[in-house]
């Protein structure tokens, strides 16, 4: 009984997450960082999320109806880690990045994120794409890419671009003024809507086929 109360006790401390596995995770990819330099630590990263969500079931849906219902619930492999809402039917929106209790966790231990997680997404962006903020973006962006890549509507393979990221402490990425045009219109957003929906929310980006 005292074994339970305990366990009850504990569970509620910490809620759905440990602090401890967050913070180490961290300072296990600083150590990445400090060995292999921002480049080494990309590959990381990428390859991280990629086998990610090459685990995953590949998923197929008849229209793209079918498609938004099981993102809302959270049951496709694409929202698994994180609440969303469309407020059009290819721009999805995260509320809350599912990154920010362990970045919360991690500042509240350890102090301002070192530098090399700022350094690899400035490598990201200008080796891959533009589009992250820190080390999270990276994880989060290549996670959604290639769990879009696993996923079909209609005998077509689901395509994932991003708009824009802002951290918990305000720092943010927008795409390229030469991209952002045409991604808010496959958004079918204007870049007034794009500014007040990021007011409140984390992250915004697109899921559409062609």
């Known amino acids: 009984m005292k074994e339970d109360l305990y366990d009850d006790q504990y569970k509620a401390k910490l809620g759905r997450h440990n602090p ?5 995770a961290y300072l296990f990819l600083e150590d990445i960082g400090d060995k292999q330099g921002a480049a080494g630590m990309n590959n ?19 229209s793209w109806d079918d498609f938004m219902e099981s993102l809302l619930k959270g049951e496709s492999i694409i929202s698994s880690f994180e609440d969303v809402h469309c407020p059009t039917e290819n721009c999805v929106v995260t509320e809350t990045c599912p990154f920010t209790e362990g970045w919360q966790e991690y500042t509240k231990r350890i102090g301002e994120f ?5 350094e690899v997404a400035e490598y990201y962006n200008s080796t891959v794409k533009p589009g992250a903020v820190d080390s999270q973006c990276i994880i989060h962006q290549t996670f959604r890419k290639a769990a879009a890549e696993r996923i079909k509507v ?3 393979t689901v395509k994932y671009a991003q708009i824009e990221a802002v951290t918990p402490n305000a720092d943010e990425k927008r795409a390229p003024n030469e991209w952002l045009p045409i ?6 957003v204007t870049e007034t809507e794009l500014n007040m929906t990021m007011r409140n929310n984390d992250c915004v980006w697109i899921l559409y086929t062609e």
């Open 183 to 188: 991604l808010l219109d496959k958004a079918n």
């Open 114 to 118: 070192a530098d090399i997680h700022k």
């Open 44 to 62: 990381y990263l990428m390859s991280l999320a990629t086998s990610l969500a090459k685990s995953m079931p590949k998923e197929e849906y008849s």
């Open 20 to 24: 401890f596995v967050d913070v180490a």
């Open 154 to 156: 209609a005998g077509k």
